[in-house]
């Protein structure tokens, strides 16, 4: 997770579009921003426009296929600002028409942009990154046609393509790094990639066809989403340390679509007798990375963190200490009972439990059974003692409920049966 405020970005592709945008959105919370771009003017303007409102912004050329443009940027962002936040996001539309009369140039133009620009962007930036040990972030721009590919143009959704197995990899390579990566999947975005693309191809405008798709995906690109949408969402991601950058979801119906297609497939082995792959002795051999590392780490700590609070929790009511136990909850939490399926406050939790404590002795919660995950837990428990009064024993079987935010509870379900609650409160208003 990685606080934008201060840090400085170098976006590429910041002339226009998603990169603009999301310079924008890391200037309005308080990054530098490097807008680098093939149109140098382009890059220059937004760069100056972002100034006028205040933000401390540079404009400079960059061809990303060229490893020199890449070295003389890299100093010249030096200058500016210890880059922390990669945005490797240019991009240009791909050949159309039939593949096999596709233009050997524009096909290797258009990997060379989509794809190998980012082995560019990380040998100028992340080896920096990495040895700054600073929270950096690195987000990577495909799309959501590599995973469910339309029928447009093969050069591009491979490439796109190319650009999510970057990501998938370099996410399992950077699991233990202070850099985190993001891979940027939208759908339709109402900027200039067709006009761009028009005017950058190596070769003469495509004619027939060709040009009709590309006119066609002109006026489609025009009622997508608001890039600056997008531009804020990935702010957030970068915030939160969100891997997956998904901003269009009437997508996923399709994506599950063809991620059961291949799911399907997985029939029985092409060898019987063959043992089967060692998978974790693969990911082990390699250092133990694998993707989700990093998430399956946090989730493991937030777990951790939630275990250890429900155990003080109910620690403190079987101690009596109210005190502990009100201050387990956020001050305008709720806590609702199946019994009489009323919502109460803390204050009036504590209120209820100073009387049973008060009533009941030798109090147990036994035969804890916690579940903790992120977000909340749940316990089953047994609330054994005695009664003060006539020393009679009780016993509650009990599921709690709970939703924890910032090692807070917020909301409490309290789940138990009637007239072992009787038995409780046989004395209460004596
Ligand atoms: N617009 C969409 O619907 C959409 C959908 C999915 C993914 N994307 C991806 O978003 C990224 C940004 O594209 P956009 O839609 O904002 O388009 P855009 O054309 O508005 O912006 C792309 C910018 O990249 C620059 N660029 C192109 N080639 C370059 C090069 N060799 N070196 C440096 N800069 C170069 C262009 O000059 C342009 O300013 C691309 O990777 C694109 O594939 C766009």
Redesign the pocket.
């Known amino acids: 997770m990685t606080d934008v405020a201060g840090k400085t970005a170098f976006i590429?592709?910041g002339?226009?579009?998603?990169?603009l945008a999301t310079a924008r959105a890391l200037a309005a919370r308080g990054a530098s921003v490097i807008l680098?771009?093939?149109?140098a003017a382009?890059a220059e303007n937004a760069a100056a426009g972002l100034r006028s409102e205040g933000a401390n912004a540079l404009g400079l050329q960059?061809?990303?296929?060229s490893e020199d443009s890449w070295a003389g940027a890299g100093a010249r962002a030096r200058e500016f600002g210890p880059v922390r936040i990669l945005f490797s996001?240019?991009?240009?539309g791909g050949g159309s028409g039939p593949f096999e009369q596709y233009d050997t140039e524009v096909w290797r133009w258009n990997y060379a942009?989509?794809a190998h620009a980012h082995l560019y962007a990380c040998r100028t930036f992340l080896g920096e990154m990495k040895a700054s040990g600073e929270p950096s972030h690195l987000v990577i721009?495909s799309?959501?046609?590599a995973i469910v590919p339309p029928p447009i143009s093969v050069a591009y959704i491979s490439s796109?393509y190319a650009t999510l197995g970057i990501a998938m990899a370099l996410r399992n390579e950077l699991a233990e790094s202070c850099v985190d990566i993001s891979v940027l999947m939208?759908?339709?975005?109402a900027?200039?990639?067709v006009?761009?693309t028009r005017e950058?191809r190596p070769v003469e405008v495509e004619v027939g066809k060709a040009a009709a798709t590309s006119q066609a995906m002109q006026g489609v690109?025009a009622g997508?989403m608001s890039?600056d949408k997008i531009g804020a969402r990935v702010v957030q991601a970068i915030e939160a340390g969100d891997y997956w950058i998904f901003t269009h979801p009437e997508w996923k119906a399709m994506a599950e679509l063809v991620t059961a297609d291949m799911l399907a497939s997985f029939g029985t082995s092409a060898d019987p007798a063959y043992r089967g792959d060692d998978i974790d002795g693969l990911i082990a051999a390699n250092g133990g990375r694998m993707f989700g590392a990093k998430a399956q780490e946090r989730d493991m700590a937030e777990e951790n963190d939630i275990r250890e609070m429900a155990q003080r929790f109910f620690d403190a009511i079987e101690a009596g200490d109210i005190e502990t136990m009100v201050n387990s909850f956020t001050p305008d939490a709720e806590i609702w009972h199946n019994t009489d399926e009323l919502i109460v406050t803390p204050a009036q939790t504590a209120q209820t439990l100073t009387g049973m404590v008060a009533r009941i002795k030798d109090r147990e919660y036994a035969e804890r059974q916690l579940t903790a995950f992120p977000g909340g837990f749940v316990q089953q428990h047994v609330l054994k003692g005695k009664r003060v009064h006539d020393d009679g024993e009780v016993r509650l079987p009990c599921a709690i409920v709970c939703k924890v935010e910032n090692g807070k509870i917020t909301r409490l379900d309290e789940y138990f049966d009637s007239a072992h609650v009787a038995a409780f409160r046989k004395f209460a208003n004596a």
């Open positions: 590429t592709g002339a226009s579009g998603l990169g680098a771009d093939i149109d382009g960059l061809d990303v296929t996001n240019a991009g240009v942009v989509n721009t799309s959501m046609v796109k939208p759908g339709m975005s900027t200039r990639i006009e761009t950058l690109l997508g890039p």
